[in-house]
């Protein structure tokens, strides 16, 4: 089993940035590939970025050039640098993993989840 535990949401102002953080625990061998995932009120879960491998990296439009993911393998945490951000960023944020090694954004894909949170971008 794995745990995940995001952290560093908020409500900022248009053109902010937020880190936001998943540290992993458990069978941390099980968290090969990892991603963000949001989902705003009366929409689908979106994939933002995924990581696979500490390196390979993909992101949705909506987050290329704006959004980085990156992993801190000393301290099982996963994170998500957010800049720029813009009102239709507004949503809660997951944390997932999945130990096998796709590098992909379907949420379907995904065995472990974090409970969530939330990010509010206002104007």
């Known amino acids: 089993q794995v745990q995940l535990e995001e952290s560093g949401g908020g409500s900022v102002q248009v053109g902010g940035s937020l880190r936001l953080s998943c540290v992993v625990s458990g069978n941390t061998a099980s968290s090969v590939r990892m991603a963000w995932f949001r989902q705003a009120p009366g929409k689908e879960r979106e994939g933002v970025a995924a990581?696979?491998?500490?390196?390979?990296?993909m992101y949705a439009d909506p987050a290329k050039g704006r959004f980085t993911i990156s992993q801190d393998n000393a301290n099982n945490t996963l994170y998500l640098q957010m800049n720029s951000l813009k009102p239709e960023d507004s949503a809660m944020y997951y944390c997932?993993?999945?130990?096998?090694?796709?590098?992909?954004?379907?949420?379907?894909?995904?065995?472990?989840w974090g409970h969530g949170t939330q990010v509010t971008v206002s104007s």
């Open positions: 990581i696979v491998s500490f390196s390979n990296t």
């Open positions: 997932a993993a999945d130990p096998v090694p796709w590098l992909r954004l379907d949420p379907s894909t995904y065995a472990y």
